[in-house]
């Protein structure tokens, strides 16, 4: 496996590290008030609320907090925010391109705090088309293996769009193209299934090599960038190899 492969499931296991610091809590909550905001409060109704849902659920993020969520996204409740999308593009130490989500409620907060990452760990930033082309937006399921073939989860997906399953290790990753993402997930259900996620996400199309020391400087400007309030996620065009995963740790 690449070691891009093996940094997704890094972040996989951090993202319940990071839950317990409150800061991926906040994350999800933001993104259940915006899928109920765009697409109705229905989750049977709604597929992006339904994955924001499931996501916080299997994130142990409590039920009141969801609910409440959903309710100020669909205006059910007072006190929803505007969020609003922004997406900042950059290049990292040796090259890397960086493409930064954010959801907030304050552009200038959102821009400053991301700036200020990028130039304080070997980052810059860049005009808007700079980096996006050498991504692609993809649909991505994660599940735990729990004994499951390749072949299983591939023959349960594979006519509902899947266009790969990869072998991260401890779990499996499918991609699809997103607008195939909804009929891979209740592929999944129909086939008694559980995943961990199911989202959109960009992944690149050309990767950078790094060696140990681009490897500790990349990770360490993608920890300055999502310890930021405004950002949802981070995404980037690396690749390592196992030796040097294990290397860095």
């Known amino acids: 496996m690449s070691g891009h492969s093996k940094w997704a499931t890094t972040k996989h296991k951090k993202a319940a590290l990071d839950a317990k610091r409150g800061k991926l809590f906040a994350k999800l909550i933001k993104n259940i008030e915006v899928a109920a905001r765009t697409g109705g409060g229905d989750p049977e109704?709604?597929?992006?609320?339904?994955?924001a849902i499931q996501k916080?659920?299997?994130?142990?993020?409590?039920?009141?907090?969801?609910?409440?969520?959903?309710?100020?996204?669909a205006g059910e409740e007072a006190g929803g925010a505007d969020w609003q999308t922004i997406m900042y593009e950059g290049y990292g130490p040796n090259g890397?391109?960086?493409?930064?989500?954010?959801l907030t409620?304050?552009?200038?907060?959102?821009?400053?705090?991301?700036?200020?990452?990028?130039?304080?760990?070997?980052?810059?930033?860049a005009d808007a088309g700079s980096v996006s082309y050498l991504f692609n937006r993809k649909g991505v399921?994660?599940?735990p293996k729990n004994g499951l073939s390749e072949d299983d989860v591939l023959m349960a997906v594979l006519e509902a769009g899947a266009e790969e399953v990869n072998d991260l290790g401890e779990n499996y990753e499918i991609l699809s193209d997103p607008a195939d993402l909804v009929e891979v997930r209740k592929a999944l259900q129909n086939a008694g299934i559980e995943y961990d996620s199911a989202e959109t996400n960009f992944l690149a199309s050309v990767n950078v090599q790094l060696d140990a020391e681009g490897a500790k400087k990349i990770f360490k400007l993608i920890d300055a960038l999502e310890d930021c309030d405004d950002v949802q996620n981070v995404y980037a065009n690396f690749d390592v190899s196992d030796e040097i995963m294990a290397e860095v740790g």
Do not use: F, H, Q, W
């Open 45 to 51: 109704g709604n597929p992006t609320l339904y994955d």
């Open 141 to 143: 399921v994660l599940l």
């Open 56 to 73: 916080a659920r299997k994130n142990s993020v409590p039920l009141d907090n969801i609910e409440r969520a959903r309710k100020r996204g």
């Open 105 to 125: 409620d304050n552009r200038n907060r959102a821009a400053g705090e991301v700036r200020t990452a990028m130039t304080r760990n070997g980052g810059s930033m």
């Open 96 to 102: 890397v391109a960086m493409l930064v989500e954010c």
